[in-house]
């Protein structure tokens, strides 16, 4: 073979490696896969107040709350409920925990809008539920069954002030309904009703009910989650439930 057919020869092997180099890197640029975007971080869940700093929240810091932990419910409008600050109504659990009048779903259609009215709360309250409810479902509680929350105008008796129930703060607390179907009900259950008896903690001579019931109340009480309980040991007017009210702003809680 002459110089010249090597040379030749040699700048064809080089020009078919070069053909080759750029055929794989075409392959290798088309089959690229480019790399996913980074993941957004996922915005942190408000954090629930501590006891009695539930009462002062604000109403987008409630709603706000209820919202990231999945907790359905509606506005009212205003004017469907003055006096009520943070007006709403629930439309399912809290936390696994469904708050319902007693009597919901029955008698004539009058007294279902009745009801129904009853049932709006103020977005607060539904906050302190939700702060409770590991400690209801600990005990197996499915649902928390009540007299009234909203009460337009009422007042507290004997005083003429307005009452926790005219602003939708106050929960009248009846029954609870556990998951095996059982109910307790406060005015059966809440057998020690002696005036002037302090309400907790639980006693020795407390039966299973009435220990239960107790002890869920109690341990509200203890949390400040409520700033006014009372039991029935309070007077003749809560003989059939606990009244369970936010007071917004106060230093002070009263347990009786």
């Not at 903690?201 to 869920?216: K, V």
Request: proline share 6%; charged share 30%; glycine share 8%.
């Amino acid at each position: 073979m002459s110089v010249s057919e090597a040379v030749s020869e040699a700048v064809s092997v080089s020009e078919a490696v070069s053909v080759s180099v750029s055929v794989s890197e075409a392959v290798s640029e088309a089959v690229s896969v480019p790399s996913p975007p980074a993941q957004r971080r996922r915005r942190r869940r408000p954090r629930i107040p501590e006891g009695r700093g539930i009462a002062d929240l604000d109403r987008a810091a409630c709603e706000a709350i209820l919202r990231s932990r999945d907790v359905a419910f509606d506005r009212v409008d205003e004017d469907q409920a003055p006096g009520v600050e943070q007006p709403i109504r629930l439309r399912g659990p809290i936390a696994g925990v469904t708050v319902r009048h007693r009597s919901e779903g029955h008698g004539s259609r009058s007294r279902r809008r009745r009801i129904r009215r009853l049932s709006i709360l103020d977005c607060r309250v539904a906050v302190a539920v939700l702060a409770w409810s590991p400690t209801l479902r600990g005990a197996g509680v499915r649902s928390l069954e009540h007299y009234s929350i909203y009460r337009p105008g009422a007042t507290v008796s004997g005083s003429g002030r307005p009452s926790g129930h005219a602003s939708g703060l106050a929960l009248d607390l009846g029954e609870l309904v556990l998951d095996d179907d059982r109910r307790i009900v406060v005015e059966e259950a809440w057998k020690d009703r002696r005036r002037g008896v302090a309400p907790c903690p639980a006693r020795d001579g407390d039966d299973e009910d009435q220990r239960l019931l107790r002890d869920l109340v109690c341990a509200a009480a203890d949390a400040d989650l409520f700033q006014v309980v009372l039991t029935p040991h309070h007077d003749e007017a809560h003989e059939n439930h606990v009244h369970l009210e936010l007071r917004p702003g106060v230093t002070w809680s009263l347990l009786e």
